[in-house]
Nanobody, 121 residues
Framework: QVQLQESGPDLVKPSQTLSLTCTVS??????????WNWIRQPPGKGLEWIGY???????HYNPSLKSRISISRDTSNNQFSLHLNSVIPEDTVVYYC?????????????WGKGTQVTASS
């Protein structure tokens, strides 16, 4: 059974860079043909897709966030990470990592529990 676990700071100061890591167990992040996503949810609002890195290492980002984000992976530790720079207070949300069941579907089969990040000085 694949499990995902987010980790990272609870608090980050505005203008700094937020880095979150998703550790995957029970399956490889290089396994065909999964896409590994970051998704976030502001308080009282719907989910916002941030971006993904897929099984081959290709990435794709939400255009509204593209200038501030990058997603990388560490295959030796079976992890993928989100880097969000120039943090603003509106980045105070819950961040989730999730496995997308292939590029041709929007089905997310596995989710992490989420981690709350607060952007505040």
């Amino acid at each position: 059974q694949v499990q995902l676990q987010e980790s990272g700071p609870d608090l980050v100061k505005p203008s700094q860079t937020l880095s979150l890591t998703c550790t995957v167990s029970g399956g490889s992040i290089t396994a065909n043909y999964y896409y590994w996503n970051w998704i976030r949810q502001p308080p009282g609002k719907g989910l916002e897709w941030i971006g993904y890195i897929n099984y081959s290492g290709s990435t794709h980002y939400n255009p509204s966030l593209k200038s501030r984000i990058s997603i990388s992976r560490d295959t030796s530790n079976n992890q993928f990470s989100l880097h969000l720079n120039s943090v603003i207070p509106e980045d105070t949300v819950v961040y989730y990592c999730a496995r997308q069941e292939g590029g041709g579907t929007l089905k997310y089969g596995c989710w992490g529990k989420g981690t709350q990040v607060t952007a505040s000085s």
